[in-house]
């Protein structure tokens, strides 16, 4: 992870003087991510919305090249057969590459990330008010990839709100799997 960030930024002074750029990043919070997970433990299917928030940094490379980091954590509640209060996280975190194209007033942005993570998930199966009787905690690394399709709006041209479309999948305990379409929202500060 380290040696991606600091060839991102090598990249980036080298290119980012670039006369055809309007911008040469732009950084923010996702605030509001409302995604629906699909996954499983030991115990049983997992199916259930979750939210979650995160972050990204994006670099305006040369003409319609876009790369940066992307981070964030998608956390959600499910019912198992003694509880409402399991739950199942996922938090996640790489660089990504990608094309971006800016009118007047907007920029889309189409890449891909691939990165590392970390699944927990606690699933309760007996629980008195908040004595958990019988319960397991589950605690894995995973590898995460996903697309991604952003549409920025620009309020001013330092401030854009962004709308963003991910699909996180991630591949944990050897052979399961993790798949979360998500809807983003947040703000994006430009330079």
Known sequence: MKKAIILIFIFFSVKSFSQEQKYL????????????????????KIESLGFGVGGELRFYIKN??????????????????????????????????????SGNRFRI??????????????????????????????????????PMLSFDYFMTKKIAFTSQVIYLTAL??????YFCPVF?????FNR
């Open 25 to 44: 990043y732009s950084g923010g919070m996702l605030l509001f991510q409302p995604g629906y997970t699909m996954a499983e433990n030991p115990n049983q």
């Open 64 to 101: 319609h090249l876009t790369a940066g980091i992307i981070g964030g954590s998608q956390k959600t509640g499910y019912n198992s057969s003694g509880s409402e209060n399991s739950y199942i996280s996922l938090g996640y975190g790489g660089p990504f590459i990608g094309y971006t194209y």
């Open 184 to 188: 983003q929202l947040g703000v994006l």
């Open 109 to 146: 942005c189409a890449s891909v990330s691939a990165g590392k993570g970390r699944i927990k998930n606690l699933h309760i199966e007996s629980q008195d008010g908040v004595v958990l009787n019988n319960a397991e905690y589950y605690n894995y690394s995973a590898w995460v990839g996903y």
């Open 172 to 177: 944990y305990n050897e052979n399961d799997l």
